[in-house]
């Protein structure tokens, strides 16, 4: 059994319903519970997703965390997308059964595009907390400066994490988090990621980029050398990460859109697009143009010049 967990509210119940689908198309040989936690679900969003898990043989279990769990936390980095309810991942082993001792956090802007067996088998010994990709950040000295830690432990990115929910117990990983942003909240820019790197930045395992391939791997931005070396995985992503620009957003230009799509068109919203009005695409086009006449540098690469 593969134990996922994802954190959503209702504006995110279909591109919920896409990662899952994703999930359960690539990994046809496994069985899952996915573990939803959220507030606020009414009836339809929770059917439709157990519908979906039901289509596959799966399980998904809805748990709805105490309303006060987040008192005084406050979001600061949000692009207009997050709410409060990110930090929950932090409460892991407060919201999930206690029998459940390790479980895959998958955020909800990612589709799964090959086997999670591996990275689902990664040992994770008495003395780690979490398994986690590199994120497309983790260079910037200023990071560690704000956080207080040092640079060698480097800086993970919270939206994909094999989470070693034994330890978290045993340590009070979540009471940790809770103390930690109390004591330090000025420090906490990238809210729930920022938390769980300071408190377990020396309690992790760092895992190849092709299990949380990043959005910002993926612009032109990127050094030479680091995209020649990652090539395979820019390719061939096992879990594609769309970090900024979402794959619905009516000016997103990933060159792997289609494969949000392509999941998509096997979920109950198969006959909607998020940018289908008139108006929409109108927008998309005079906000692309500049790209397409050669008035602006383009912000991503052009797959076919992959080393």
């Keep these: ?113 090959g086997s999670i067996a591996p990275l689902w088998a990664t040992p994770l010994d008495a003395q780690t907390a979490v398994a986690a990709v590199e994120d497309m950040g983790c260079g910037e000295v200023a990071r560690y400066d704000r956080l207080h830690y ?55 395992r760092l895992l190849d980029v092709k299990w949380n391939v990043q959005d910002g791997f993926y612009r032109t931005s990127v050094g030479d050398a680091w995209r020649k070396e990652h090539a395979e995985a820019l390719r061939h992503p096992v879990v594609l990460h769309f970090t900024n620009r979402k794959p619905w957003s009516y000016d997103s230009q990933h060159p792997l859109r289609a494969e949000f799509f392509k999941y998509w068109a096997l979920t109950p919203w198969s006959g909607e697009r998020p940018w289908a009005t008139l108006p929409a695409r109108l927008k998309r086009f005079f906000r692309l143009l500049p790209f397409r006449i050669g008035a602006r540098k383009p912000k991503y690469i052009r797959m076919d010049a992959l080393p």
């Design 150 to 204: 040092p640079q060698a432990d480097s800086y993970f990115n919270s939206g994909v994490l094999l989470v070693n929910l034994a330890y978290w117990r045993e340590h009070g990983v979540a009471q940790a988090c809770m103390d930690y942003y109390r004591r330090y909240p000025e420090r906490i820019v990238f809210n729930d990621q920022d938390l769980l790197n300071c408190v377990l930045h020396d309690r992790k």
């Design 1 to 113: 059994m593969i134990h996922i967990a994802c954190n959503i509210d209702h504006n995110y119940v279909r591109y919920c319903g896409v990662t899952l689908v994703s999930l359960f198309e690539s990994n046809r040989g496994e069985e899952f519970t996915a573990h939803i936690m959220a507030r606020g679900l009414d009836d339809a969003d929770r059917d439709v997703l157990r519908s979906l898990a039901r289509r596959y043989g799966h399980a998904i279990l809805f748990h709805e965390p105490d309303g006060h769990l987040l008192d005084g936390f406050t979001i600061r980095a949000t692009h207009g997308r997050l709410s409060t309810a990110a930090y929950y991942r932090c409460f892991l082993p407060d919201i999930l059964p206690a029998d459940v001792d390790r479980v895959l956090y998958l955020d909800c802007d990612i589709v799964v595009r």
